[in-house]
C-alpha cells in the first residue's frame, strides 16, 4: 500500500485537493478531522486542554472556542507548543492505526491529509508527499478573509507554520493553488494519475 501524505499551509487550498482525491476515490485521514473528535466534550483531549487552558476557553454549552483558543495559541510560542504536546502524539496514534485499518482492508492508496505532518516530525509516516502551495501574497489574503483577521494577524499565523518554499523542497508532487480552482483540481488529477502508475509499477 501507498501512504501519501497531503500537506500545505493555512489557506493554501490543500481542502481542495484533498476532496478530489476523496471523489477520485482514495481513502483520506483527515488529521484535522481526528483533532476535532479529540476536543469533543468528554474525550481525553478536551479534558487535557481545558484542565491546562481553562474554562474560559470554553461556548456556553461547554464546547471549545476554537476561535477563542486560536486566539491564545498563536499569540504565545509556548501556549501553541503546549496544545500541540496534548493532540500531536494522540493524532498519531489514530492515523497509525487508520493506516493499518485501510491496509487490510486491501487499499492500494491511502492519504494522510495533515498541515502539520512535517512540522510535527511525521514525514517517515508516509511514502510520497504532495504539497500544495500558493503564492505568500495570496495565502495572506485568503486566510484573513476566511478567518476574518487582519492582514498583519494573517501573516502572524502563517509565520507560525514552515514556510510553503520550505516544504516544496521535501515534496514529491507540487500542486500549485495560485490561480483557480479548475486548475487546481486538473493538477489534483494529473497527481492522482501518477499515484496510480506507482501502484502498478510495484506490482510488475
Do not use: C, W
Not at 171 to 178: E, K
Amino acid at each position: 500500500m501507498l501512504v501519501v501524505g497531503l500537506t500545505g499551509g493555512m489557506a493554501s487550498g490543500k481542502s481542495v485537493v484533498s476532496k478530489t482525491l476523496r471523489e477520485l476515490g482514495l481513502p483520506i485521514i483527515d488529521a484535522d478531522l481526528i483533532a476535532r473528535e479529540m476536543v469533543r466534550p468528554n474525550e481525553i483531549g478536551y479534558r487535557e486542554i481545558v484542565d491546562y487552558f481553562g474554562k474560559k476557553i470554553l461556548n456556553p454549552d461547554q464546547t471549545i472556542n476554537r476561535r477563542r483558543l486560536a486566539k491564545i495559541i498563536f499569540s504565545d510560542s509556548k501556549e501553541r507548543e503546549r496544545l500541540n504536546s496534548i493532540l500531536h502524539p494522540k493524532i498519531v496514534k489514530k492515523i497509525k492505526k487508520r493506516i493499518l485499518n485501510f491496509k487490510e482492508k486491501g487499499e492500494k492508496i491511502v492519504i494522510v491529509d495533515a498541515a502539520l505532518l512535517i512540522e510535527a516530525g511525521q514525514l517517515p509516516l508516509v511514502d510520497e508527499l504532495i504539497v500544495v502551495t500558493v503564492s505568500p501574497k495570496i495565502q495572506v489574503r485568503r486566510l484573513a478573509q476566511r478567518d476574518h483577521l487582519t492582514e498583519k494577524e494573517a501573516r502572524e499565523r502563517i509565520a507560525t507554520q514552515m514556510p510553503l518554499s520550505e516544504k516544496a523542497k521535501l515534496a514529491d508532487y507540487i500542486i500549485d493553488n495560485s490561480s483557480s480552482v479548475k486548475k487546481t483540481i486538473k493538477r489534483t488529477k494529473e497527481v492522482y494519475n501518477r499515484l496510480r502508475l506507482t501502484i502498478a509499477g510495484k506490482k510488475e
